[in-house]
């Protein structure tokens, strides 16, 4: 167990719609990342958040968004879903932003029908 | 960009049969290079950073070392537990502190 959560772990919906994921860092980690994991793409860096404030982005849509709360817990935003954003999309937090390893949650798997 | 490429794609191994995994990359500097196990359906898991060339880590049957252009992770006498996906990624020194990560190669190892 990394101590980064995720939720939900399944989500299954249409296209078009709007979805929230969410993430809980590890203790003391101020630094989070999400990920997406596809199987023709593999994984992909999205979207960097430290400490409230956005720090880096990654090849994500505009129809994607994140930010990061004051209790440092972050939240995925996917809106207009098309077929090909089905995958897993995984949260990662790490002490700072600097030369540390990130630490991993178990995903969630998201399926648009 | 930061391009990491894994090799062999797939292994398959008896057990007990030692092997070594391949991850070269190529990037503007390197912060650091780092290894993941990730099992099916599930998040990577941590195993490993390598700093510089000539770094050596040690994790049970595990081994990572790291030279200018790739990393290695050889697997000694591996048990059927060490089948897994292992991932391997960059970090450089320009930029953001993103991981770019390889395929992944992907262990069976029969009893």
């Known amino acids: 167990d990394s101590g980064v959560t995720q939720t939900p772990k399944h989500l299954i919906t249409a296209t078009g719609q709007r979805v929230t994921l969410r993430c809980s860092p590890r203790?003391?980690?101020?630094?989070v990342y999400w990920y997406q994991q596809s199987l023709d793409q593999g994984l992909q860096f999205l979207i960097q958040?430290?400490?409230?404030?956005?720090?880096a982005k990654g090849n994500i849509l505009e129809r994607f968004s994140a930010q990061q709360f004051p209790d440092l817990h972050s939240e995925l935003n996917l809106s207009s879903l098309e077929l090909g954003d089905s995958a897993l999309y995984f949260c990662?937090?790490?002490?700072?932003?600097?030369?540390?390893?990130?630490?991993f949650g178990p995903g969630t798997r998201l399926t648009v029908l | 960009e930061d391009q990491v490429t894994q090799s062999p794609e797939a292994l398959r191994l008896q057990e007990g049969e030692s092997s070594s995994l391949n991850c070269s990359y190529t990037?503007?500097?390197?912060?650091?290079l780092f290894w993941y196990r990730q099992d099916p359906g599930k998040g990577p898991e941590f195993l490993f950073t390598?700093?510089?060339a000539g770094e050596e880590k040690e994790k049970e049957r595990l081994k990572a070392t790291l030279t200018k252009k790739e990393s290695f992770l050889h697997i000694t006498a591996p048990k059927p537990e060490d089948s897994a996906t292992y991932l391997c990624?960059?970090?450089?020194?320009?930029?953001?502190?993103?991981?770019?990560f390889g395929a992944g190669t992907t262990v069976t190892v029969r009893a």
């Open positions: 958040y430290y400490n409230g404030e956005e720090r």
């Open positions: 203790s003391g980690d101020l630094s």
């Open positions: 990037v503007s500097g390197l912060r650091g």
């Open positions: 990624a960059v970090q450089g020194l320009i930029g953001d502190y993103k991981l770019s």
């Open positions: 390598l700093y510089s």
């Open positions: 990662a937090s790490s002490v700072d932003s600097g030369r540390t390893e990130q630490f």
